[in-house]
């Protein structure tokens, strides 16, 4: 969408997509590539439902977890996207509510 890729999880989630670009595009609050980025984290703690509740090991296994994704997300994106490049990457921020994969477009940049 406009040189981006948006990466979706979930049906639904490419509608949603398309309503909050229209939403930005009246507002600008943000840049573009800022924009596109803040779709394009994922807690590893949400991607799945079937977290064993209070488990002493849960941060061990979202890191785990998501050490894991990193080579197939970025196959799967230069599969997909041949033209195009891509940064997936961990970020283990202490702000966050554990482990997160940041996907981001490197070529061509994302600007609008």
Not at 5 to 21: P, Y
Request: proline residues 5%.
């Amino acid at each position: 969408m406009s040189g981006a890729v948006f990466v979706t999880l979930n049906v639904g989630d490419a509608e949603e997509i398309e309503r909050r670009v229209d939403a930005w595009s009246d507002t600008g609050e943000m840049t573009w590539s800022r924009f596109v980025d803040s779709f394009n984290s994922f807690e590893v703690r949400y991607l799945f439902n079937n977290w064993p509740a209070n488990s002493d090991m849960l941060g061990d296994a979202e890191l785990c977890l998501a050490e894991l994704l990193i080579a197939p997300w970025s196959a799967k994106l230069s599969a997909d996207f041949p033209d195009r490049r891509f940064s997936v990457e961990l970020d283990e921020d202490p702000e966050a509510d554990g482990p997160r994969i940041l996907v981001r477009q490197t070529y061509p940049h994302t600007v609008r």
